[in-house]
């Protein structure tokens, strides 16, 4: 019995197995200085090389099996609870209680990958966490960090990488970064870049920089459009004070141009338009009256600004805003732009007699000459849209220099006298006597072309008997 007793007590210091004891203070202390030992030669375990010893818990079962496992992870959660309820309770201890179960892990076990479960029964108590840190890795770490090149930034945003741009604080970094970005062609960045411009510079220099750089320019516009920085519908005043704000923004001399005509357009439009609406509204003018206004001039492109003038104002001296010959010189229209405008509005109308005047110039002698920097050919069409008289059209379709353009337009809009003259001066007989079945017969078209016909037999016979008379004698 004695000797039974020993070989007992043997086995209790000897193993590593202990019992429980009721001196909590040194079973804590024991028990954590114990993990502190198995966390800090996990290096030194996993080298350990002891396959061949096999380890068996206190139900005899093999340590590192399934259901020992099983039976491990039920035990450590309870164990857990268990700890951390204790550990509440004891205030006066800044220790947490470790499980039990710890001391039932072999080195065989942890290198046969129970590592985890014995990591969690070490770590999961309701105190200090006496585990380890585990870290992310340092290249994950690197996403955040401020060394990245402009180009190496474009890189990691093609990817989709987070990249923080506020270290780029000088102008010059700013611009190499946007250049990058350009020569990247993702258009998600450089919308990216130049919001983070846009935030960071004053609006001057912005403009100034993008000014060479068209498609970045192309970029922030798209954008501001699609968010609603700017606006595409103004009111009046606030458009002009906008144009205005524009004028002294750095651009190119040609851009400066016509920000300032543009400006100047919509001052002009504000003034027509409050004397035209008080004209209108007072019922003063008949030209109002039978021709009502359809639409606003404010915010009227410059074309269609003319036209309205044409319309409207086109017997108004030089001197006054609304007058057609002040727009042309104050915009510097050309000749061209300014006929076509002044022809169709006045065709419009139908006042023949300014569409006659627009084309009659007067030469050193005194003498009148008509002239169309256009081309009469495109007048004749302009005339027969707005359904111009047969008589107006034949007078232009006259003046088409090119005879074959001048006989087209002539049988097209039914101009028979301008086919029938263009025949006679080309003595061609034969045309004459085609033309004459397109008309009516015994009209006065008809006659005019047996006239002609007859005039052309007796200038042949009197041709040819000269002829004969002068080679007899």
Same mark, same amino acid.
């Given at each position: 019995?004695?000797?039974?007793?020993?070989?007992?007590?043997?086995?209790?210091?000897?193993?590593?197995?202990?019992?429980?004891?009721?001196?909590?203070?040194?079973?804590?202390?024991?028990?954590?200085?114990?993990?502190?030992?198995?966390?800090?030669?996990?290096?030194?375990?996993?080298?350990?090389?002891?396959?061949?010893? $096999?380890?068996?818990?206190?139900?005899?079962?093999?340590?590192?099996? !399934?259901?020992?496992?099983?039976?491990?992870?039920?035990?450590?959660?309870?164990?857990?609870?268990?700890?951390?309820?204790?550990?509440? #309770?004891?205030?006066?201890?800044?220790?947490?209680?470790?499980?039990?179960?710890?001391?039932?892990?072999?080195?065989?076990?942890?290198?046969?990958?129970?590592?985890?479960?014995?990591?969690?029964?070490?770590?999961?108590?309701?105190?200090?966490?006496?585990?380890?840190?585990?870290?992310?890795?340092?290249? $994950?770490?690197?996403?955040?960090?401020?060394?990245?090149?402009?180009?190496?930034?474009?890189?990691?945003?093609?990817?989709?990488?987070?990249?923080?741009? $506020? @270290?780029?604080?000088?102008?010059?970094?700013?611009?190499?970064?946007?250049?990058?970005?350009?020569?990247?062609?993702?258009?998600?960045?450089?919308?990216?870049?130049?919001?983070?411009?846009?935030?960071?510079?004053?609006?001057?220099?912005?403009?100034?920089?993008?000014?060479?750089?068209?498609?970045?320019?192309?970029?922030? !516009?798209? *954008?501001?459009?699609?968010?609603?920085?700017?606006?595409?519908?103004?009111?009046?005043?606030?458009?002009?004070?906008?144009?205005?704000?524009?004028?002294?923004?750095?651009?190119?001399?040609?851009?400066?141009?016509?920000?300032?005509?543009?400006?100047?357009?919509?001052?002009?439009?504000?003034?027509?338009?409050?004397?035209?609406?008080?004209?209108?509204?007072?019922? #003063?003018?008949?030209?109002?009256?039978?021709?009502?206004?359809?639409?606003?001039?404010?915010?009227?492109?410059?074309?269609?600004?003319?036209?309205?003038?044409?319309?409207?104002?086109?017997?108004?001296?030089?001197?006054?805003?609304?007058?057609?010959?002040?727009?042309?010189?104050?915009?510097? !229209?050309?000749?061209?732009?300014?006929?076509?405008?002044?022809?169709?509005?006045?065709?419009?109308?139908?006042?023949?007699?300014?569409?006659?005047?627009?084309?009659?110039?007067?030469?050193?002698?005194?003498?009148?000459?008509?002239?169309?920097?256009?081309?009469?050919?495109?007048?004749?069409?302009?005339?027969? @849209?707005?359904?111009?008289?047969?008589? %107006?059209? #034949?007078?232009?379709?006259?003046?088409?220099?090119?005879?074959?353009?001048?006989?087209?337009?002539?049988?097209?809009?039914?101009?028979?006298?301008?086919? !029938?003259?263009?025949?006679?001066?080309?003595?061609?007989?034969?045309?004459?006597?085609?033309?004459?079945?397109?008309?009516?017969?015994?009209?006065?078209?008809?006659?005019?072309?047996?006239?002609?016909?007859?005039?052309?037999?007796?200038?042949?016979? *009197?041709?040819?008997?000269?002829?004969?008379?002068?080679? %007899?004698?």
């Amino acid at each position: 019995m004695s000797r039974a007793r020993a070989d007992e007590e043997e086995y209790w210091h000897s193993s590593k197995f202990r019992a429980f004891t009721f001196d909590d203070e040194d079973d804590e202390l024991s028990q954590l200085k114990e993990s502190k030992r198995a966390v800090n030669s996990l290096r030194d375990i996993v080298d350990d090389d002891d396959d061949d010893l $096999e380890r068996v818990s206190w139900s005899g079962e093999p340590v590192g099996s !399934i259901s020992w496992s099983i039976k491990e992870t039920a035990s450590g959660s309870t164990s857990s609870l268990d700890g951390r309820d204790s550990s509440l #309770q004891k205030g006066s201890s800044s220790y947490a209680v470790l499980p039990k179960q710890g001391s039932s892990y072999s080195l065989s076990s942890l290198f046969k990958g129970e590592l985890c479960f014995f990591l969690s029964a070490l770590t999961d108590t309701g105190g200090k966490s006496y585990a380890p840190e585990l870290r992310r890795p340092k290249a $994950e770490y690197k996403d955040y960090s401020s060394d990245w090149s402009p180009k190496d930034t474009v890189r990691r945003m093609q990817r989709g990488k987070v990249c923080s741009l $506020e @270290r780029f604080r000088s102008l010059q970094d700013k611009l190499v970064l946007l250049d990058e970005a350009v020569a990247g062609h993702d258009g998600n960045v450089i919308t990216a870049v130049l919001i983070f411009l846009k935030r960071t510079l004053r609006r001057e220099i912005l403009f100034r920089e993008l000014e060479v750089r068209q498609v970045a320019l192309c970029h922030l !516009i798209h *954008f501001l459009r699609e968010t609603g920085d700017i606006p595409r519908s103004l009111n009046v005043e606030k458009r002009r004070e906008f144009l205005k704000s524009c004028i002294g923004l750095p651009f190119s001399a040609e851009d400066t141009s016509h920000i300032q005509d543009h400006y100047t357009l919509l001052e002009r439009q504000i003034i027509i338009e409050a004397n035209d609406r008080h004209l209108e509204m007072a019922g #003063q003018s008949e030209l109002f009256r039978k021709y009502p206004r359809k639409a606003s001039i404010l915010n009227m492109p410059l074309v269609t600004t003319l036209f309205y003038s044409c319309f409207y104002h086109y017997t108004e001296a030089e001197g006054t805003f609304s007058s057609p010959s002040n727009l042309k010189k104050t915009f510097k !229209i050309p000749d061209k732009q300014y006929v076509l405008t002044a022809l169709a509005a006045r065709a419009k109308l139908r006042a023949w007699g300014d569409v006659d005047a627009l084309f009659t110039t007067k030469n050193w002698l005194g003498y009148t000459k008509k002239k169309a920097p256009i081309g009469f050919h495109r007048v004749v069409e302009i005339l027969q @849209r707005n359904s111009a008289p047969v008589q %107006v059209l #034949q007078e232009y379709v006259r003046l088409v220099e090119d005879v074959e353009t001048r006989l087209s337009l002539a049988t097209k809009y039914k101009c028979h006298d301008v086919v !029938i003259e263009t025949y006679r001066d080309l003595k061609d007989r034969i045309q004459l006597i085609a033309y004459k079945s397109k008309v009516e017969r015994g009209s006065a078209e008809d006659e005019k072309i047996n006239s002609i016909l007859n005039n052309m037999v007796r200038n042949a016979y *009197f041709f040819f008997r000269t002829f004969i008379g002068n080679h %007899v004698d």
